[in-house]
């Protein structure tokens, strides 16, 4: 069988290294890759929103499943587009996949499944969303534990964590006024901020059975002991001791199974891998947001531990026979993945730096790079993106997997490269 994995981050870096390891899988395509997945794949030049293209080249290359990684195909129908020609597709549909595309939505179905997660209003205009701001804090100088959030897909960067009410009132405007997000700002929602340790459960599930998978942490903000701006997430480690087993046994029980009822209830019945983002708080885990897809950098680490083969797996989901699929097996050992960045990553930065030192972190034991902002020009890997490769590594312990992560990210150079320093400390 061939396989095409949509998407080109670290994430669909490690889906086509772990698919192409099947024994069942004969070709990967990646559309449009990075300059790993050339390596593992094979790169189609087709762009993860040009459906007709990609329905196409299915067809053409005996796709037998195709396998979306990022929010963004997924939120405009790419599934119920391939679906509609008979192509079998890993993924939710479009209407399931509201569950990430729009908070509003996400949160009114929490609420009515009673999954717990932060207390919210949602508003359409920013006098109203001002009001209520005002109305409810009226000293300028008080305390006001406020989470802004944009309703639609702003590649993470739609939320503001504030503490004052100035800054409340500056997402306000920066969001619903100015559009800083455009269309996902539609909508605005104000979160009760929530405190405690975050992490990442995700499973996979056909809207019948879940399947779930080691809990994982995600380092989302820019700098060491998380100072700075929000990224997309700079290094994820697995298995997180935050998450024992009695409180994944609570999650899938309060959180997971009843969100996937209440989508079947709702007609939108979920098919992929559902992936909650949780705060531990004191009062338990509470769910920060739903994303429908792998999370990234979570994959990496993920798939690094799976000795299941990934395709049974995705197979079974599409099939709807996830009840049959046997226990998946895991490497015991923990995996940590850094991110390295490119200079100025999450705001501006420069692309086109060649890379070097990429063959002798691989050459390592138990590390693999995967690639993200990268691409192959003439023979030679140059950086693309803000975030560029995401080293990866299994150890007997979490402090040993981070460091051999780290002995592997010594090796990789180019002008401006940064990583955290910290990844997996909060396993401690
Ligand atoms: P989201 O995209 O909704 O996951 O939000 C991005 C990040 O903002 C999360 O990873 C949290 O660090 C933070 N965040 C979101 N919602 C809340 C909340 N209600 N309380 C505290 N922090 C939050
Ligand atoms: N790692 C966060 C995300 O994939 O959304």
């Known amino acids: 069988m061939n396989v095409l994995v949509v998407g080109n981050g670290g994430r669909e870096h490690a889906l086509a290294w772990k698919i192409a390891q099947s024994s069942r899988v004969d070709r990967v395509f990646v559309a449009p890759g990075n300059a790993g997945t050339a390596e593992d794949a094979e790169n189609v030049a087709i762009s993860p929103s040009d459906f007709p293209q990609l329905i196409k080249f299915a067809k053409q290359n005996h796709v037998g499943l195709t396998v979306v990684g990022p929010e963004a195909p997924l939120a405009a129908g790419i599934v119920d587009a391939l679906q509609a020609e008979q192509l079998r597709v890993f993924g939710p549909s479009k209407a399931a996949a509201q569950l990430e595309g729009s908070k509003v939505f996400c949160k009114n179905l929490l609420r009515n499944a009673d999954v717990p997660s932060a207390d919210y209003h949602a508003f359409r205009d920013a006098e109203s969303a001002a009001r209520f701001v005002t109305d409810r804090y009226p000293d300028k100088d008080q305390e006001v534990p406020l989470v802004v959030k944009a309703d639609g897909l702003a590649a993470g960067k739609g939320v503001v964590v504030c503490s004052r009410r100035e800054q409340v009132l500056a997402a306000i405007e920066r969001i619903i006024v100015d559009r800083e997000f455009g269309d996902a700002g539609r909508e605005i929602i104000f979160e009760e901020r929530l405190d405690g340790q975050e992490a990442s459960v995700l499973a996979i599930t056909d809207g019948r059975t879940i399947v779930t998978l080691t809990p994982a942490q995600d380092h989302k903000p820019a700098y060491d002991g998380d100072q700075g701006p929000n990224t997309g997430g700079m290094g994820a480690y697995c298995p997180t001791p935050l998450v024992d087993a009695t409180m994944l046994a609570w999650i899938e029980e309060h959180v997971l199974v009843p969100t996937v009822h ?148 010594k090796y990789i150079r180019w002008p401006g490269a940064w990583c955290r320093k910290d990844i997996s400390d909060k396993a401690r």
């Open 262 to 409: 209440a989508l079947k209830r709702s007609r939108r019945p979920f098919s992929g891998v559902l992936y909650a983002g949780l705060m531990i708080t004191h009062q338990g885990p509470k769910v920060l947001e739903y994303n429908v897809r792998f999370g990234d950098p979570e994959c990496q680490p993920l798939l690094m531990r799976l000795r299941s083969d990934l395709v049974d797996i995705l197979e079974a989901t599409v099939d709807q026979r996830l009840d049959e699929l046997a226990p998946l097996e895991w490497d015991p050992r923990p995996a940590v993945c850094v991110v390295m960045a490119a200079e100025g990553y999450p705001g501006k930065y420069e692309t086109g730096q060649p890379i070097r030192g990429l063959e002798q972190a691989a050459a390592l034991p138990d590390v693999k790079v995967f690639h993200a902002g990268t691409r192959l020009v003439d023979g030679q890997v140059l950086t693309s993106g803000g975030r560029v490769v995401g080293v990866t590594a299994l150890g007997n312990s979490i402090p040993t997997a981070k460091l051999q992560a780290y002995t592997a990210v």
